[in-house]
C-alpha cells in the first residue's frame, strides 16, 4: 500500500468505513470504500476525496437503505 493509499484509509477508517483500494475511472481515479454497515463497496473520485466526500457518501448510501432512520430510533 502506498502512503497516499494509507493517508486514504486513514480518513475513511474515521468516518466509519473500510478502505478498498484504487480503481482507474474514465473521469479520473476511484477511492473504493466499504460501509460496514450495509455492506456496499462506494467511490468517490480521487479529485473530490474529502472527509465531507466520504462522510456524504456514507449517508446516501445508508439513506437508501433506510439504515439512517433505524440508527436515529434506536438512540431515541
Known sequence: ???????YAEVIRAQG???????????G???????PESWTTLAVYE???SPQAISQR???????FDLVSQVQESHC
Open 1 to 7: 500500500m502506498s502512503d497516499k493509499e494509507r493517508a
Open 29 to 35: 481515479a476511484l477511492v473504493l470504500f466499504t460501509d
Open 47 to 49: 479529485l473530490e476525496f
Open 17 to 27: 468505513a473500510e478502505f478498498l483500494g484504487m480503481q482507474p475511472g474514465l473521469d
Open 58 to 64: 456514507l449517508q446516501r448510501s445508508r439513506q437508501a
